[in-house]
C-alpha cells in the first residue's frame, strides 16, 4: 500500500512539474525580441493598431513608425513562408531578420532593430529603417 501512495506522489510531483516547465517556455516564447516581430507582423496584418503601437518604441503616427508597418505590410501580405532569425545581439539591442519567401521570386529581408525595456522588447522604427538599404533584397 504504502509503495502505490509513493508511486502515485512520483506521477503527480512529474505531471506538476511538467505543466510548470511548459508555461515556463511558453512565457518564455511570447515574451523574446522574435517575439515581438511575429506580434508586430500579425498586428499590422489583421489591423490591430494597438498591439503594433505597443511593440514601437516610436508613436504609431510617427513617420518611421508607419513607414516601417507599410513595409511589414507589403512583404507580409504576398508571402508563402515567414522566417524569423536573431540575427546579432547585445544585452539591449539585437537585430532580428525576418525572410520573406515568395513563390517564383526571390526572398526579401527586413531587418527589425529592438531595444530591451522595462515593458519588453519594442521595434525601434527609426534604426529599423536605418538598416533598411543592407537587408532588402537578401
Do not use: C
Amino acid at each position: 500500500m504504502n509503495g502505490q501512495r509513493s508511486g502515485t506522489s512520483s506521477v503527480l510531483a512529474a505531471v506538476i512539474l511538467s505543466a510548470l516547465t511548459l508555461s515556463v517556455f511558453a512565457s518564455a516564447r511570447n515574451s523574446g525580441p522574435e517575439s515581438a516581430v511575429r506580434r508586430f507582423g500579425s498586428a499590422v496584418l489583421t489591423g490591430d493598431v494597438e498591439e503594433a503601437a505597443f511593440l514601437l518604441m516610436q508613436p504609431i503616427n510617427d513617420p518611421y513608425s508607419q513607414e516601417l508597418s507599410r513595409r511589414a505590410m507589403v512583404f507580409g501580405r504576398e508571402a508563402n513562408d515567414i522566417q524569423v532569425f536573431r540575427s546579432q545581439a547585445s544585452d539591449h539591442r539585437i537585430l532580428v531578420t525576418v525572410l520573406f519567401q515568395y513563390p517564383r521570386h526571390l526572398p526579401v529581408g527586413l531587418g527589425y532593430v529592438l531595444m530591451r525595456t522595462p515593458n519588453g522588447w519594442k521595434i525601434d522604427a527609426r534604426e529599423s529603417l536605418a538598416i533598411a538599404p543592407r537587408m532588402i533584397g537578401g
